[in-house]
């Protein structure tokens, strides 16, 4: 039976600018302990040269092998190490791998001494001139390096199973029928094996038998009819374990088990249906990286991100641009519902033959690493916005064919009408700048009508925002990605659409505001929302959702004009009160976004029927001074439009009211000015309950908000890092959005934090991450500020073992 060792603990590193070590037996002096998922430099949050992380850099550990592997198949596995790397065991050269992005395995059964220490080299090279895929040009966004996901060994018997692929997609008839179908690649050294395979609901305890089919090829099919699966889909993501047994003689000599899902996923000329209902994809973008750190965050950190997308942004697809990510992302992405496309590395450069080969093979890696993993939905098999290049992407499509017949291959592109090799036309769609149309229609984009049409971007750089931009701005950032959301709803034949982005992203010199970040996310680099984030929120169903896209402060705006002020929320109705006096109950319907099931709600009243029942006006003249105020705080009293001037004179001419009097109305009514404050409180209606409350009122106290993603931290393949999310807000919970001051964070017990202990809030916004140091027990993080109360968040760090590596001590014993 297999059996999987760690190997992320023990290890020894050192990073040097130049080729100056000589591998595998470089100097070992001065190299600093590390555990992985490693970065080779911990970064500052913006403001550095991306040069900073290109190195060459050597790792170095031990490790011993048991005797009892002796004859054994040991597979040494790197889940993934940016970008270039050699591996060497006791001074011999077993492998190189020229892909940051996927994983690779090398069997050094035949090279370890058994009973004894060995030395395991890594040379790493994330230097960007390497000549493989995403290299060779430009890149929107930092590669980082080191060895950032886990490396563990795993000890298989002489025969074992070598790969297992259980196809996810289920057919659906009268009744829900999946015939499960397995495609098995077996290591023999003999005839007469058998498999043998179970499965069980995840969770369940006991499996059920599916049936055996005997070994004669290195491949074998297994497929069994009796198999009766409740559906995976975006709101019941069911999962079951597959156990797949080889046999020989009734003795099991591997058992491999695979979580899956059964869909039925399937782009049609009209769009996407899963298990036969239509459903219109509403995702995001989203890179691996991180502050400071970049793509070193262990398995709770890339879980969090999935659950992010899902729960707080309300989305139910995400692209991973643009590579393939962590495994523990797209586990948890499989287990909540999130459809996944994702993408071999690369970013519109096609270099030579020799990077061409080098991008084949990454297909085939790809999918052979991630075809598990139910969630996935599509392939993109050609390079970021590049040109047409046949040949090239004849090979890489047949590849993901060959490699999965059950899934379609699409290939984001930035032209129209390009040669279409893969079954959907994906195209980044960056028409919308605020006048022109949500999205194009599909004929006017893809060279194949037949085809389905999907839209892997729109937004992003067209318009750039900062959690701390003016009012305007993040409103108007947020009505666009609604802009685009409604006008692809609107379009039958398009199959969804994937928002630029989901979090800004450190990026080189050629691209972002100067500063190295692309401030293209709905989230932050630390995942607090932007005004964007609410727009998608308000999509879901499952939490009430109510975000006022301002704080109510007239002066924020320019000449002190409201213009426009917008509601977001999933309710069916909003209640406006000013002062506790009833202004508007604002309807659903009333959302300029039609195709929305939730559009944005313009707020334009601030008067209500105040001037009957306060000033007692006769209804006509309270009518027109009503509708006389409200344009004024829309457009501007300069720029009142001119349907409204009959209005106008009747109030002169008609009521004989004059400029002083309306401006005294004005200042009372929409300027607020004077007098107690004024507090807006917004109930959203649902089912004619009050499900959520937001009040608006000049702040008296600033208080941190702060959100821990997880407080039980656990240590079981690698250290744990818990992201903390800080929010300066008022008493009523809203962000200070101007609050911009400094956070200072003292840490004490068994944990550390990553990045500096001082930081000055962005928008209001800002974070840390508190990471074990391997030890059980407490952790203590004190927020403070100059202003605010001190926060003291705890943490638990829990040891959870796993198959312990093995010591000449412990062996003898
Ligand atoms: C696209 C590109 C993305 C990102 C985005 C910004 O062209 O594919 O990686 O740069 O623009 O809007």
Request: contains cysteine; negative net charge.
């Amino acid at each position: 039976m297999r059996e999987r060792v760690y190997l992320n603990d023990g290890w020894k590193f050192s990073g040097m600018y130049e080729d100056r070590m000589r591998f595998p037996d470089f100097d070992e002096s001065g190299m600093e302990e590390v555990r992985l998922p490693h970065t080779c430099k911990e970064l500052p949050f913006h403001y550095f040269d991306e040069e900073l992380y290109q190195m060459v850099s050597g790792y170095r550990r031990k490790i011993f092998a048991p005797k009892n592997w002796q004859g054994k198949n040991v597979f040494l596995i790197f889940e993934g190490v940016a970008h270039e790397s050699e591996v060497f065991v006791n001074g011999k050269k077993v492998c190189e791998h020229h892909c940051g992005y996927t994983g690779f395995s090398i069997n050094i059964g035949d090279v370890l001494n058994y009973g004894a220490e060995n030395f395991l080299t890594v040379k790493a090279d994330s230097r960007e001139n390497l000549n493989f895929p995403p290299f060779g040009f430009v890149i929107d966004y930092m590669t980082y390096d080191g060895i950032y996901r886990d490396v563990y060994v795993e000890v298989r018997e002489q025969e074992y199973l070598e790969d297992i692929f259980v196809k996810p997609q289920a057919e659906i008839g009268q009744r829900i029928y999946t015939p499960l179908e397995s495609e098995i690649t077996v290591h023999m050294t003999e005839d007469g094996g058998l498999l043998r395979q179970w499965m069980r609901r995840k969770g369940e305890t006991e499996y059920q038998l599916l049936g055996e089919g005997e070994v004669k090829h290195k491949k074998e099919i297994l497929r069994f009819s009796n198999f009766q699966a409740e559906l995976w889909d975006v709101e019941h993501p069911v999962l079951y374990e597959i156990r797949t047994e080889l046999l020989r003689n009734g003795k099991i000599l591997d058992a491999q088990v695979v979580t899956t899902g059964f869909r039925k996923a399937e782009f049609r000329r009209d769009g996407f249906y899963l298990n036969g209902r239509k459903l219109k994809i509403r995702g995001l973008n989203r890179h691996q990286s991180y502050p400071y750190v970049g793509y070193a965050m262990p398995a709770s950190i890339q879980k969090m991100d999935a659950d992010i997308l899902k729960k707080e942004l309300g989305v139910n697809a995400v692209r991973t641009s643009h590579y393939p990510q962590s495994h523990y992302f797209l586990n948890r992405c499989d287990e909540l519902g999130l459809l996944v496309f994702t993408e071999i590395p690369g970013w519109q450069h096609i270099g030579d033959e020799r990077w061409k080969e080098q991008a084949v093979a990454n297909v085939r890696d790809m999918i052979l690493q991630y075809r598990n993993h139910t969630s996935i939905i599509l392939w993109g098999v050609r390079i970021n916005e590049s040109k047409d290049d046949d040949v090239f992407y004849e090979r890489t499509n047949a590849a993901a064919h060959e490699l999965d017949p059950t899934r379609p291959t699409g290939g984001v592109r930035a032209c129209k009408r390009s040669s279409l090799l893969e079954d959907v036309y994906t195209y980044n769609d960056f028409i919308h700048d605020g006048k022109q149309p949500g999205c194009e229609k599909k004929s006017g984009v893809t060279s194949d009508m037949e085809k389905p049409y999907l839209i892997s971007e729109y937004n992003g750089h067209m318009y750039p925002t900062k959690a701390y931009d003016c009012e305007n701005k993040r409103t108007e950032h947020a009505l666009r990605h609604a802009n685009v959301l409604n006008a692809v709803a609107g379009q039958s034949d398009i199959a969804g659409c994937f928002g630029w982005c989901m979090a800004d992203y450190n990026t080189h010199k050629d691209f972002g505001s100067g500063d190295r970040i692309c401030y293209h996310g709905v989230l932050d680099m630390f995942r607090n929302p932007k005004t964007a984030a609410a727009v998608y929120a308000s999509q879901q169903e499952e939490r009430p959702v109510l975000e006022i896209s301002s704080s109510m402060d007239i002066g924020e705006h320019p000449a002190s004009n409201w213009e426009n002020l917008y509601i977001f929320t999933n309710a069916d109705s909003v209640r406006m009160y000013k002062n506790e006096r009833f202004i508007h109950e604002y309807q659903r319907e009333e959302s300029h976004w039609h195709n929305l099931q939730h559009g944005p709600i313009l707020m334009d009243d601030f008067i209500g029927n105040a001037f009957e029942t306060e000033e007692h006006m006769p209804k006509g003249q309270a009518d027109s001074l009503k509708k006389l105020l409200n344009a004024a705080a829309h457009y501007g009293v300069a720029h009142i439009p001119k349907r409204l001037y009959p209005a106008i004179l009747k109030l002169f001419l008609g009521y004989r009211m004059n400029m002083a009097q309306v401006t005294d109305f004005y200042t009372r009514y929409v300027g607020d000015w004077g007098g107690a404050s004024t507090r807006y409180r917004f109930e959203a209606i649902k089912n004619n309950k009050v499900v959520k409350t937001v009040i608006k009122e000049p702040m008296k106290q600033v208080r941190l908000q702060v959100q821990a993603d997880h407080q039980q931290l656990k240590e079981e393949y690698s250290y744990d890092v818990a992201a903390v999310r800080i929010q300066a807000v008022d008493e009523h919970g809203n962000i200070l959005n101007f609050y911009n001051e400094p956070i200072c964070f003292e840490i004490e017990g068994e944990g550390v934090l990553i990045g500096p202990s001082v930081i000055a809030l962005q928008g209001g916004m800002g974070g840390t991450y508190v990471k074990t140091k391997g030890l059980p027990g407490k952790i203590l993080l004190k927020i403070k500020s100059a202003q605010t109360e001190p926060i003291c968040v705890e943490f638990m760090v829990e040891i959870k073992e796993n198959t312990k590596e093995c010591s000449a001590e412990t062996e003898s014993v």
